[in-house]
């Protein structure tokens, strides 16, 4: 098939540029992978996704990785075998990659983690790779990672299309720092501790490809609490529901759980610390600032929505079974506690989409959520603690 195209492509056009993206040849085994890849015609590159089936070991629990990660630093090992062997065939080769984000968080236009960015593009030059795909539907807003990735990698004119700067000649990319002097000034400093700091929170999402596609980290706020089950599933990238088995998928309940909050908390420190970095930002650089203020803001209601939401649920169906009326009390209490926590996080995030209309936004999806459903979800908030407040009374009664 890849044979056929390539004719007809290069019949009409002999210096068309084609790509053969090796995602569905997933379950093949190495040898057939391999010989895949020597059979394919002169002038195609091939493209892998950079972390297609690395390893993952989250909050003790062993997976791997399908389709593309932010969190998990490429390449893997499958992909570099077959960058390798397509290379001893004369063959071009290409990494898809997400830079800005991935389906860990999409509402926001850019994750500020630029550490993990650079430390997967110097991975990728030392792998050989000679291009990049950078986006899928979501990822594609300039941005901060995408300036750092082209400075790694540029095409400089049509003739030049070997991709990444050569560093064994001597060239070495200005990187990370360098980059954020020129957009901070003397903020530079303060500003890359706080993104480390984002970046190796980043480490600790729970990654599975259902926790991606149907987890509630992409709606965040906008995704209703529910106070009996509605059981409905959740659905991809769209409605959440309250379906927590699905969202955690391979991992129990309680690891879920603390993984969220654990990505939630860390994810804070580092945005105190940009916080803290605003009064270093020069005259001049204060839009630049904000912008990335409002994607680590952003990026974090997100987080700390999905482990509200995680603990609801959790605690509603323990509370919704419990016979003892001291234990019912208590899982009342926190329930009652983690719906003021999420009343705050969804008023938070309205003030910041009234600000910033690229919070919320994914090109595939438009709108995960406008500022009306922001108010939806509080008047949510509001309803459950009456309803939580009258059960009590009611039993004291």
């Excluded at 056009?13 to 015609?41: H, Q, S, V």
């Amino acid at each position: 098939m890849n044979r056929c195209i390539a004719e007809g492509a290069f019949s009409a056009k002999p210096d068309a540029k084609l790509i053969c993206y090796t995602w569905a040849w997933t379950n093949f085994e190495k040898e057939t992978l391999m010989e895949g890849i020597r059979n394919l015609p002169d002038g195609m590159r091939v493209m892998c996704v950079s972390e297609e089936l690395m390893p993952t070991h989250v909050a003790d629990t062993e997976g791997s990785v399908r389709d593309y990660s932010i969190s998990i630093v490429g390449p893997g090992e499958r992909s570099q075998i077959s960058w390798d062997t397509a290379a001893e065939r004369g063959l071009q080769t290409v990494a898809k990659v997400q830079f800005n984000n991935s389906w860990e968080c999409s509402a926001v236009p850019y994750l500020p983690v630029l550490d993990l960015v650079e430390e997967h593009l110097k991975r990728l030059l030392e792998s050989g790779v000679t291009g990049l795909m950078l986006s899928w539907t979501l990822g594609g807003y300039p941005s901060p990672n995408l300036e750092l990735a082209s400075e790694y990698y540029w095409e400089t004119t049509a003739a030049d299309s070997t991709g990444p700067h050569d560093t064994k000649g001597g060239f070495t990319p200005p990187g990370k720092m360098e980059l954020l002097k020129r957009k901070f000034g003397e903020a530079a400093e303060p500003i890359e501790r706080a993104i480390y700091q984002l970046s190796e929170a980043f480490r600790q999402f729970p990654f599975h490809i259902t926790t991606l596609y149907e987890g509630p980290q992409n709606t965040g706020p906008g995704n209703l609490l529910y106070l009996s089950p509605t059981g409905f599933k959740a659905t991809m990238v769209g409605f959440p529901y309250d379906d927590l088995n699905t969202w955690r998928s391979i991992y129990t309940v309680e690891r879920f759980e603390k993984q969220f909050h654990l990505l939630a908390q860390q994810w804070k420190e580092g945005l105190d610390l940009l916080m803290d970095a605003e009064m270093a930002v020069p005259a001049g650089r204060q839009r630049a600032y904000t912008e990335l203020l409002h994607m680590a803001k952003g990026a974090y209601y997100h987080f700390h929505s999905t482990a509200n939401q995680v603990s609801f649920v959790r605690v509603r169906d323990l509370w919704l079974q419990e016979q003892d009326e001291k234990t019912h009390d208590k899982l009342r209490s926190r329930l009652a506690d983690i719906v003021e926590e999420e009343l705050e996080v969804a008023k938070s995030l309205y003030t910041l989409v009234s600000r910033d209309s690229r919070i919320g936004y994914e090109a595939s999806n438009h709108y995960y959520y406008r500022r009306q459903d922001i108010q939806e979800k509080v008047l949510n908030c509001l309803h459950i603690k009456r309803e939580l407040a009258e059960e009590s009374s009611e039993i004291y009664v």
